[in-house]
Every structure is written in structure tokens, then in C-alpha cells.
DNA sequence: CAAAATACCTCGTCTGTCAAGGTATTTTCT
DNA sequence: AGAAAATACCTTGACAGACGAGGTATTTTG
């Protein structure tokens, strides 16, 4: 278990949508986003990457269709929904509470105080 | 799926391993002390909790005892090894870093930059 | 022409979570 | 005294997300 793996398990789908929020995008562009973001700390493998696209377009967040790529391999582009969108919004504000809830679970040393 | 359940995956064993810094406690207490802490917006389900103690336990970072009490119900008690501590110290250390990989990826909007 | 890079995808395994079920004792309420 | 709630422990099985391993096809590079 690496630095990642079970601590961003439940992000995938957040940090995908975060991708397609501006433009939309595919597989392989949203990765290597994801790795130079991070500057190489944090790469999705591929069959976390792609089991998250079919559960993200199941659920109506994201919509895909083929390029038209003249050249270069076929590309699956994909899109966020406006309930994407909304999906992303509540996600992001529960990691804003999470990790307050996680600050004072693991730092927590109470300092004193209490009983 | 609530505010808590696979975002907080992971960080379990942590936050477990935190509650017993300062002193020896046992399940029950635990499971208290977490839920006061975060005002009871977060609470360990004991299947959770019981499963993480055995796993710490046999990984070396937790030890167990009986308390002898003389009334009120039998109480399981564990201590954190130096092992243990060391663990924690550790997982801290990735949390501070996941965190913000976490926030780059999710408020990530580049807010224009790069390329 | 072979190898590497781009680009896609699926399947099966693993692991942590948790609902559901269970035991035993003590306290509180009526 | 008896019932209900609280304290306190525990296990089992199902489920879901992550991911290693495997696979296809095209294009670029050497």
C-alpha cells in the first residue's frame, strides 16, 4: 500500500470531474494531467481510470462520444454533465469537511483539556 | 454512501492509533471518544472498528489486555506499541501530503498557467 | 521492420467497510 | 421483581472500489 491506493480511494470520481470541469478531455490526456499535477506523485492506474468512466456515465456526471481523430489512435472524448457538475460541487465540499473531521481525528491529542 | 464511509477508508487504523497516544482505552471508549471529538458528525461502526484492532494487533502496533475489572462488563484494553507509534507517525506524514495532492487535483482548475 | 508510445478496454483478485447477527453483564425504569 | 436500555464484547458474509495483468489497434521513432 503506497501512498495512494486506500487514502484516495472515493476520490477517483471527484478528482476525474475536476478534470473536465473547464474542457473536455480523454483517458490518456486526463492521466497524464492528473501525474503532472502532482508532478509524478499521484498517477491512477489505468483500471481504476476506467472503471470510474463507466460508473461516472452510468450515473449521468459525464457523457462521451469518439473523436474524429484523422490521425493518431481513436480517442474517447469525455464531457460533464450539469448533474456531473452538482456531483462535483457536493463532493468537493464534503472533502472540505472530511478533512477537517480527519485534522482533528489524527492530530488530535485533545492537549490537555477535557474530563 | 455518507459523508463517511470510503472517503475515510484507510484512515482508520490512524485514527485508532491516535485515540490511544496518550493512554491505554478500549473499544467502547474508543468509539466514544471518536464521535465526541467530531461533535458526532463522524462515528466508527464496531464491524470496522473490531476488524481494524485484530489487524493492528497481529501487524504489532496495538497490544491487548483484559482489565480486571471488578464491576460493570469484562473491558478489552489496548496500548500502542513503539512500533505502533512509529506507524502512526508515518501515516501522519502521508496524510499531510495526501491532503494536499487531494486539493490540487480537486480545486484544480490550473486558474489559467501552465503550457 | 521492430520497438515504443499512444490509446483504448476487461476480468479477476484483494481488502476495508459495515449490516446483521450474536453473547453477557449492569443499570435504570416502572 | 421484571423489562428495557445501556455497556461491552465479537464474527460472518456481502459489497464496492482499486488495480495487476492481460488484451487490441494505430502511429511514431529508430
Known sequence: MSLT???I??????????????????G???NKSIRDRTNGDYEAKEGTLYTAFRRLEQ?????????????????????ITDEGR?????N????LKIKGI????IEADTTEGGN
Open 92 to 95: 468537493k465540499e464534503d472533502w
Open 28 to 30: 490518456y490526456e486526463i
Open 59 to 79: 450515473a449521468g456526471y459525464i457523457r462521451s462520444y469518439w473523436g474524429d481523430e484523422s490521425s493518431g489512435a481513436r480517442r474517447r472524448y469525455y464531457g
Open 5 to 7: 491506493s486506500d487514502i
Open 9 to 26: 480511494r472515493g476520490h477517483t470520481e471527484t478528482i476525474i470531474l475536476a478534470q473536465l470541469l473547464h474542457h473536455d478531455s480523454y
Open 86 to 90: 452538482a456531483y462535483y460541487q457536493e
Open 102 to 105: 480527519i485534522d482533528r481525528l
